[in-house]
């Protein structure tokens, strides 16, 4: 699950596409997996990491 939630970060895969990378041929069968790890869908989970990522870019730089 640390993979896929690294694909969903990082990338613009859709899910079909992260879910097959990971091992799981039917992409609902790793949402359901998915969300039992981290208490949300991947797509809640890459629109929370976007929602972070000006929070985590200025963290960055103030570590500079």
Do not use: W
């Amino acid at each position: 699950m640390k993979k896929a939630a690294e694909l969903l970060d990082k990338t613009s895969l859709n899910i079909m596409q992260i879910s097959e990378r990971v091992g799981y041929p039917d992409s609902n069968n790793f949402s359901t997996a998915f969300k039992r790890f981290y208490q949300l869908s991947p797509r809640q989970y890459r629109q929370k990491e976007k929602e972070m990522q000006p929070s985590k870019k200025y963290m960055h730089c103030a570590k500079v």
